[in-house]
């Protein structure tokens, strides 16, 4: 890069030489991981000789509840999800198992059908819940409320279901595995190991990554192309299906099920555990979970209600005062003294070129095919007419910039661009295909890339991350590994280096700048190798030499990368610099298409931002 | 026919005097009150206790309802404040307080299911049917609850003030006003509406530590269907409280328990604005 100065490539090289990799932090923390699963597993081995029999009897009880605690720190720690109905898919699965044992009895085939079905039930209970609450522009909170109701549901179906299900008292005493109790106790603890193990490898993984991208900014995920909607649809469906498994394990060892296994008030007991042993955690919410339910068993006998009093009180003194919950307050200040010793150096992947997909830059300026082509649009909100009948077509190698006063519709037309269901009528086409009425993650697969107004960006992640979640969509992340090279366009690439990010990939996002945190959202949205970019004031809070460094991007991005550029700018001057052509919008109309002498010297753009309405209309009608 | 119709309004009533107090407290301070069932319950208790004393039934009321906010504003200070700024973690905490108050009336007064004397017995002739007279009193105190808040909103200061922070909050403290002070007394008012809710229940229901549930069910979703509009509050309450009617005479009991929170859940689904600006 002939921008990039000799001495800032030294401090860049240097910064590689102390940095680690990302796969050797993984190999490093699954040889951890993996040291401590066995250690578990020799603990559970001698478990039933070690402990008293109630105690072997209450545990099988409190691992099933660990691993549905786990996948829950998946849903909501991770990702954002708030589900209170692990517990009906936990009820799902434990009456598969009742139901086909007392109405079929018990075979090696019922108990394999019952399983399948117990688990197919769950799964696509858990698809049909996700595909309600995750739709376009269904609000956050509707995920809490829908698993809310499920377990309400779920609680009344199974008392409604008379002799079939044994109403309120259950199911009980039906023929059962002939399997010993150390037998189930090794079973309940090997799997609460296994959950914990590969929710951990899922978490650290480059697609755990992902997870936390969606609780941190789902938004911008989308305009990525990101089919967030289905991603945590099908993580609710695989919660699910763990849940059915441990609800089955839980009826074919105690031999009862009954329908308050798949209330609410179970349910928010497992959110409760979740919180207590500390978000995002994995190992905080399993031992939490395993000691708060082993505990109360003991403690229910001698201080009924008070241990329950005790749990309440302690759980809100938690929420209250230690937000991340117990897990992490204690395991901190052992963490701090295990690391005393050397500060870790910073976990980051390496820039790689990326291989161009698209066809190569169109040579002529302004020459290429229609990039993007808007006919009649408008949008109306009730009487109120913000777009009026927009028409205008852009090729790439054009860069375009869309100016005009405040309220005149600019960012209205790029929301109606980049959202379907945005505008009242008309249509856009990218690239010669219509957006119809897709959502935002539909609209920017067909090459379009949207730049907000103000940085929208994942605070929690590092530049690093960021970058890989943009390219997210064209190289799928992968469930078990984490890759060391972060692949980008060349575009991206010149961004990332001429802004300075390329020295701070292991910084966290929250401590970029104003100008870092623009740069480093340009940036992500040309890693997604858009054919149409939509900006919408990029220099926005910039100083002077920033906005020097970014007009010669797009510039360059324009020219000789054949993109289409649609931007929206207040500054004149910078507007002059950098476009082929301009559209003045006014009151939600166009009233002037061209290049940016003719607009620049024209009269009536003078009046507009000078503000003479009257004139408006004799110079447009 | 005539008593259908009567049963529809007194449900609706009996409905928007439980959820009213969830609803303010949901508008003013952005945060679901998930203690609103321990403190509809707490109400319950205060009338088993004037029931136990022999007082005048009627004294029920009104230490229900200061009951309520003394404890609501306890709690207002000690558990809600500090999670103004995490409403989720708001939700749970109020649920662990709900774990705490519901543990706390099983160690005083036990388990059981317990009865309350009621004020005032029988049934009065309405448009040529019998019907509960308490119903019919519990329905107009109802009315009496939303005008009386709705008066209080559009005609004291702290009504104007309390609306200025619903609309804005950040732009509201700009101009001085004390915002702490009116999410302090809308929620202590809250917890007394759910009190004295629950105190008015008690002569329809028995009282017991977990009566608050499934009324904080129902109120949760016609809160969430109603936004922070008490019109929407009054309307929701018709319609959902009027389908839960009509399916528990004409179907099953069951079904009509469900019927509130499963058609609001698919009102929001539909329309996530719900009955507000319907």
């Known amino acids: 890069m002939p921008q990039m100065p000799r001495r800032e490539i030294r401090a860049a090289e240097e910064f590689r030489g102390a940095s680690r990799l990302p796969s050797e932090e993984f190999r490093r923390e699954i040889g951890r991981v993996g040291m401590l699963a066995v250690a578990a597993l020799v603990l559970i081995g001698i478990g039933p000789w070690a402990l008293g029999q109630y105690s072997v009897d209450i545990l099988i009880r409190s691992f099933l509840y660990g691993a549905i605690a786990v996948t829950l720190d998946i849903l909501w720690g991770y990702t954002g999800i708030l589900s209170f109905g692990q517990s009906a898919f936990f009820v799902i699965g434990a009456y598969a198992c009742g139901l086909t044992f007392v109405h079929i009895g018990l075979t090696p085939f019922t108990a394999l059908g019952a399983l399948v079905g117990g688990v197919a039930v769950a799964a ?9 609450a995750f739709g376009y522009g269904v609000p956050a909170l509707y995920i809490s409320i829908a698993t809310l109701v499920l377990c309400v549901v779920m609680v009344q179906v199974l008392y409604s279901g008379g002799v079939y299900t044994g109403s309120s008292s259950g199911l009980s005493g039906f023929d059962t595995f002939d399997v010993s109790m150390a037998g189930w106790f090794w079973i309940a603890g090997a799997a609460l190991v296994l959950v914990v193990a590969l929710g951990w490898i899922l978490v650290r993984s480059d697609a755990g990554r992902l997870l936390v991208s969606i609780r941190e ?12 909607g289905r991603i945590k649809m099908q993580l609710l469906a695989g919660s699910a299906i763990v849940a059915a498994l441990a609800g089955y394990a839980y009826a074919g060892y105690t031999d009862v099920v009954a329908p308050d ?21 994995l190992l905080g919410p399993a031992c939490a979970a395993v000691l708060i339910d082993f505990v109360s068993a003991y403690l229910s006998g001698s201080l009924p209600f008070v241990w329950q009093l005790i749990v309440g009180v302690v759980f809100i003194a938690v929420i209250v005062v230690m937000p991340r919950g117990l897990g992490p307050a204690l395991a901190s200040p052992v963490r701090r003294a295990w690391r005393r010793k050397a500060p870790a150096r910073p976990v980051t992947a390496r820039l790689r070129p990326a291989e161009e997909r698209n066809a190569a830059a169109e040579p002529a300026f302004g020459g290429g095919p229609t990039a993007i082509e808007i006919t009649h649009l408008s949008r109306r909100y009730g009487s109120l007419h913000v777009l009026e009948d927009i028409s205008f077509s852009a090729r790439g190698g054009e860069l375009v910039s869309l100016v005009g006063p405040n309220g005149a519709g600019k960012t209205t037309l790029i929301r109606c661009i980049s959202d379907g269901r945005e505008r009242t009528s008309g249509r856009v ?17 067909l090459g379009l890339g949207r730049k907000f107004q103000t940085p929208n960006v994942f605070e929690a992640l590092t530049v690093a991350e960021s970058l890989r979640i943009a390219r997210a969509r064209i190289e799928r992340p992968s469930f078990w590994r984490c890759d060391d090279a972060i692949r980008l366009p060349e575009a991206a690439m010149q961004v990332v280096r001429t802004t300075g990010l390329a020295e701070q990939l292991a910084t966290r996002v929250r401590h970029l700048s104003h100008g870092g945190k623009q740069a480093l959202e340009l940036a992500m949205v040309l890693a997604t190798e858009p054919r149409v970019l939509l900006l919408d004031e990029p220099t926005a809070g910039l100083t002077k030499p920033e906005r020097t460094v970014i007009g010669k991007v797009l510039v360059d991005l324009v020219q000789r990368h054949g993109l289409c550029v649609l931007l929206v700018e207040h500054d004149l001057e910078f507007v002059r610099e950098i476009s082929s052509r301009i559209i003045v919008l006014h009151q939600g109309r166009i009233v002037l298409d061209g290049n940016v002498e003719d607009v620049v010297s024209s009269e009536l753009v003078r009046t507009i931002y000078v503000g003479e309405p009257q004139a408006i209309g004799e110079e447009a009608g | 026919m005539t008593s259908l119709l009567l049963d529809i309004v007194t449900t609706a009533g009996i409905l928007f005097a439980v959820s009213v107090g ?9 945060i679901i009150n998930f203690a609103h069932g321990a403190f509809l319950t707490i109400g319950g208790y205060t009338s088993l206790v004037v029931t136990h004393f022999h007082l005048d039934p009627w004294l029920a009321e009104p230490l229900a309802l200061i009951s309520g906010a003394v404890f609501g504003a306890a709690v207002e200070r000690i558990i809600v404040r500090p999670l103004y700024r995490r409403p989720l973690d708001a939700i749970l905490a109020t649920w662990g307080l709900a774990i705490v108050v519901v543990q706390l009336i099983t160690i005083g007064f036990g388990r059981g299911v317990q009865f309350v004397q009621s004020p005032v017995a029988g049934a009065t002739r309405v448009l040529g049917t019998d019907y509960s007279l308490y119903r019919l009193i519990f329905l107009a105190i109802a009315i009496a609850i939303g005008i009386a808040i709705a008066a209080a909103l559009q005609g004291t200061r702290l009504g104007l003030v309390a609306r200025a922070v619903i609309m804005n909050e950040d732009l509201a403290r700009g101009l001085g006003i004390n915002s702490d002070l009116v999410r302090f007394a809308t929620f202590s008012v809250g917890a007394g509406l759910a009190s004295l809710a629950g105190a008015l229940l008690t002569p329809l229901l028995s009282v017991d530590p977990i009566m608050g549930v499934p009324w904080l069910l129902n109120a949760f979703m016609l809160v969430m269907v109603s936004g922070t509009s008490l019109v929407s509050l009054a309307l929701a309450c018709l319609v959902l409280g009027g389908a839960q009617v009509v399916v528990s005479s004409y179907g099953s009991p069951v079904l009509g328990g469900l019927t509130i929170v499963v058609l609001a859940a698919i009102v929001l689904r539909v329309r996530p604005a719900g009955f507000a600006r319907a």
């Open chain 1, 217 to 228: 900014n789902e938004q911008r995920c989308k305009y990525f192309g990101l089919a967030t």
């Open chain 2, 22 to 30: 969830l609803l303010i407290v949901f508008g003013v301070q952005k």
């Open chain 1, 261 to 281: 296994l798949g209330g609410f008030q179970f349910g928010t007991e497992l959110v409760i555990w979740v919180a207590l042993g500390g978000r995002g955690t």
């Open chain 1, 429 to 445: 086409a990218i690239e010669g295909h219509g957006i119809g009425r897709s959502a935002p993650e539909y609209c920017a697969r």
């Open chain 1, 124 to 132: 696509l209970v858990g698809a049909l819940v996700g595909w309600l």
